[in-house]
């Protein structure tokens, strides 16, 4: 599976953003699909994900700005970004997950920078 990101840039507080995330390869196993962001030295944290059913999750700091979703028939999933502030600066990353073998197989984009500046 290859996830590759776009979308992401440079918007000033209170903006929105965009950001896409198209499967290709083995997209049939597919089940959740996700975004991660990570600032410098950090950690990779989750943002939000969804199921191939449509079942949604966010992180607590996003709730209310942000929403996924998901087009099945293109393998693609979607961040809306909107309220954006000054701390969503960070590099978002796309997850997919392929329940195969016992813990299943997880597969990560490059990232797509997301800056919020005045």
């Known amino acids: 599976v290859q996830l590759v990101e776009s979308g992401g840039g440079l918007v000033q507080p209170g903006g929105s953003l965009r950001l896409s995330c198209a499967a290709t390869?083995?997209?049939?196993?597919?089940?959740?699909m996700g975004w991660y962001r990570q600032a410098p030295g950090k950690g990779r944290d989750v943002v939000a994900t969804?199921?191939?059913?449509?079942?949604?999750n966010y992180a607590d700091s996003v709730k209310g700005r942000f929403t996924i979703s998901r087009d099945n028939a293109k393998n693609t999933v979607y961040l809306q970004m909107n309220s954006l502030k000054l701390e969503d600066t960070d590099v978002y990353y796309c997850?997919?997950?392929?329940?195969?073998?016992?813990?299943?197989?997880?597969?990560w984009g490059k990232g797509t920078e997301v800056t919020v500046s005045a």
């Open positions: 997850y997919a997950h392929v329940p195969t073998g016992p813990y299943g197989m997880p597969y």
């Open positions: 390869g083995s997209v049939f196993g597919i089940n959740v």
């Open positions: 969804i199921s191939k059913s449509g079942n949604t």
